[in-house]
């Protein structure tokens, strides 16, 4: 969850804390990677979507929308393996790269920071607690807008990409399934679609969030997943 411990004993033995090593180079650079796929996937699955109009000239001689499904296929392969290796690092990382996978859900002092931080972004708090990693409302919204969602975006885009792929290929036996399961091949695509205005209305609120608390809980967020370092400027 949050470590708040060890800044409390640094303060009862006079010390002023400054800086916090929280998240690890394999966390940061996946961080990153998957902005990129995220960004890739969702401009390349709009056009797949939304078709643009007929290209000029033979058909031999024009392959945009191939190359659109190209990109958009490369970029999801990136974004399943990288939220597998991410998955992974959670069990081998540090604490810190546990918490968008796990939710101490039965802590009440918890639930009591989250309705805090809830306070505290609608601006009905005058002064923000400090985290070392991200902090409960974040943590919440991270397992909830994206580690939940992104399983749900492989799943059905696999499940899309099995229609194409045939029978007996390697992704229509692992995801084909969900195409029955979920009520056709229609619904699929139509949840599909909405999970990605859902993940990119998210990422949008992540990014003005992640600069409001750099500016105003004097604490570092954009730079920390650079450096890996949470910078306490208080």
Known sequence: M????DMLEAERHGKQVRSIYVYEAP???WHWLNALAMVVLAVTGYFIGTPL???PGEASANFLMGYIRFAHFAAAYIFAIGLAARIYWAFVGNHHARQIFMLPISNKHWWSEV???LRWYLFLEKTPKKYVGHNPMAQL???FFFTVLAVGMVFTGFAIYSEGAGLGH???LAFGWVIPALGGSMQV???HRLGMWIMMTFALVHIYAAIREDIMSRQSLISTMISGWRMFKD
């Open 170 to 172: 390697w992704s229509d």
């Open 141 to 143: 919204m991270m397992f």
């Open 27 to 29: 966390v940061r650079l």
């Open 53 to 55: 109009p007929t290209q």
């Open 189 to 191: 695509h139509n949840l």
């Open 2 to 5: 949050l470590s708040q411990q």
């Open 115 to 117: 309705f805090f931080e």
